[in-house]
């Protein structure tokens, strides 16, 4: 079983278009969260829920939005797709607030 | 804040060969400290971490690292380097303030094995 899968792995979408990926985790832990990695490479935090309750957001354009139905999942959605959006996003999840993290696949989103 | 620095974007080594990837960190309350692996077209792998104990902490894949609190470092090491060791590594440290809780990564290490 995975423990944190995110759908979809690979996304192409035309600028202007809003887009969502979806993270599910199975770990039974109370945080999740969403980091941006860039070209290249670099890891940056966008956003962390705990018990679904947003406790960072990381300067993110409001054209991003992330949604907590419940613990196992941390949705994020993004509208108005830019160029500079192309990237790949990591869903994570750990115990507690920064304990050991666990990450999906990733998605990677490429913006024409 | 937290903060880590990786020195040395890329590192090559020879197939058999130490491998050393260093990794020097800010923190203004004792640090948990990590590295993650990443093979391409894949999310980051848990290595090792260090929390409380021992400052000596063996990972996964014959990887282990030592925290040396008077030098901030935490750097990785392998006896031999294996050619699927290929890959790139970060170090990262937990952010621990209230309200700020999360893990702050490093630039990241390729790793090339050569043969």
């Known amino acids: 079983d995975t423990a944190v899968s995110q759908t979809p792995k690979y996304l192409v979408t035309q600028m202007g278009n809003d887009k969502s990926i979806k993270c599910e985790q199975n770990?039974?832990?109370?945080?999740m969260y969403w980091y941006k990695q860039d070209s290249k490479k670099f890891l940056k935090i966008m956003f962390s829920?705990?018990?679904?309750?947003?406790?960072i957001n990381e300067t993110v354009p409001n054209r991003f939005s992330p949604k907590s139905p419940d613990k196992a999942h941390l949705n994020l959605h993004i509208n108005s797709l830019e160029l500079g959006d192309s990237a790949v996003y990591f869903c994570a999840s750990s115990h507690a607030p920064s304990t050991e993290a666990f990450f999906g696949q990733g998605t990677r989103l490429t913006v024409v | 804040a937290q903060s880590v620095t990786q020195l040395g974007s890329h590192v090559s080594v020879s197939e058999g060969a130490l491998v050393l990837l260093r990794c020097n960190y800010s923190s203004s309350v004792p640090p948990y400290l990590f590295w993650y692996v990443q093979y391409p077209n894949q999310g980051l792998q848990l290595l090792l971490k260090?929390?409380?104990?021992?400052?000596l902490v063996k990972g996964i894949n014959g990887f282990e690292a030592e925290f040396k609190k008077s030098e901030t470092s935490f750097h990785l090491t392998k006896p031999s380097a294996h050619m699927s060791d290929a890959a790139e590594y970060f170090c990262a440290v937990s952010e621990t303030s209230f309200g700020n809780e999360k893990l702050t990564f490093g630039t990241g290490t390729r790793l090339t094995i050569i043969p």
């Open positions: 260090y929390t409380t104990g021992a400052t």
């Open positions: 829920y705990n018990n679904k309750e947003l406790i």
């Open positions: 770990l039974g832990h109370d945080t």
